[in-house]
């Protein structure tokens, strides 16, 4: 359903009806379009994440929202985290680092996200694609039931593939641009 | 260079100010995060002039694209304001370079001449051992790539050591008749695996790229992860700059120019061979 409004959206936003082509320029109308669609689909992830890390999501209900979640990556797509103590990266699939969120061990958690992001150009890839990366930041922090408290804010660069496509709608053919998430990156920040 | 950093302070404040929302207690931490270069995207667009403070893109067609005064308050911000190996007056004679009236220098993606140093780390032998990764933009009949250039792996340098030519420059050879003995004296070279170069041709480098996938595909390397990334910038001609991250409180962070030197020539190659490790 939520696929369905993306792609009504960029209808309405572009209006297309040619012909698919790999190389189609991305003028910056049309940037600005595919941007605001791409941080669509981030704040549905940053609602996402706070959803699954509450402690008041019943279990079965953050489950289906992890499912929901997966549905904004591509496949095999990976968190990256890194912590101030350690610059090496861990690698997580997107799905277990959305389980282990679900099961972090605090009584509370709230996480809040700042009202600033940073995207980059749209580049082209060899596979007609285009690629970007979103930079956003988050706050967690999470309370044990002995009163400890966990704080971090973390900058989350996500990579974002945008897809020339077409379907068939009234046997005309109809082009749009798709948007799916990537592998995230996942930095501590300095507190 | 501590006090210049407090001049540059209030440039970073405003960028940051202009769009600073409280979350909570979080005011200050959204400032710096406003004055940080979040990307190497971000590096470019504001080393270029093709940003607005709020970070907000502009387009050839704005009237601000470029701006030289947009520039000016931008570059300083660029450098790592607490190395002070990075000079004023070097730091000042850049910028006056790249922002000059009449011949203005830009930085840009698809521009060549910068590479990507990625410190990663592989088990080899059952221990983990740090491999550098240099890595080049290629461009591809349809948009571009990263592609692995050269390697750096301290086991096989230390394997492909020069030999000591003291010892082996005049005796380690195949005598000129050898193949009238169908090169049945060949054995002797293997008998000496130190030597083995001396049998190899005057101008022969040893490959690492190659040896690298060779082991990889032989089971011997196996990547773990990846550790650290800087870039190494030749674009503006003359000029080297090196490009790092800095993750630390304050308002001077992000994609930083963390080393900045004045070349010729001859020294771009010497540089080259030093980032290479050569």
Known sequence: MKRISYILMLFIGFGLTQTLSAQDEITPERKRAIDSLAMEKIRDLGKYISIIGSKETPFSEAKRVIDRTLELFVDDAQMGVSSLSREEIKYYPVREYLERLMLLNYDNVTIQWFNIQYISDLELQPDGKYVGVITIYQRFEGTSDDGLVYKDTTKKDITVYVERKETQIGGKLIGFWDVLL???RVIETMK | M???FFLLLPVCIAMADLHAQSIGEGIEDERALYAET????????RFNGEENVQGERYYPEDRQYHNRRLRKKYLPILFNLENDILTQELKEE????VTDRKDPKYLAFHGGDWIAELKTLFTHKGQDKEMTLFLKLQEEKVGSKWIIDHIYFEPFTRAFNPPDTNIFNDKEFLHPL???VGFMNIFRLFNKPD???YYAAKNYTPDYLTLFLYEIKKGNLKFKTVAGLKFHFFQIDDWYF???YFNRSGYNTGWLISNLMKIGPEDKKILMKYIYHE
Do not use: A, M, P, W
């Open chain 1, 182 to 184: 990537g592998d995230v």
């Open chain 2, 2 to 4: 501590k006090l210049h």
């Open chain 2, 178 to 180: 050898s193949h009238e």
């Open chain 2, 195 to 197: 030597s083995l170069e």
């Open chain 2, 242 to 244: 090196e490009l790092s």
């Open chain 2, 94 to 97: 850049f910028i006056d370079l």
């Open chain 2, 38 to 45: 979040k990307q190497v995207n971000q590096f470019l667009r």
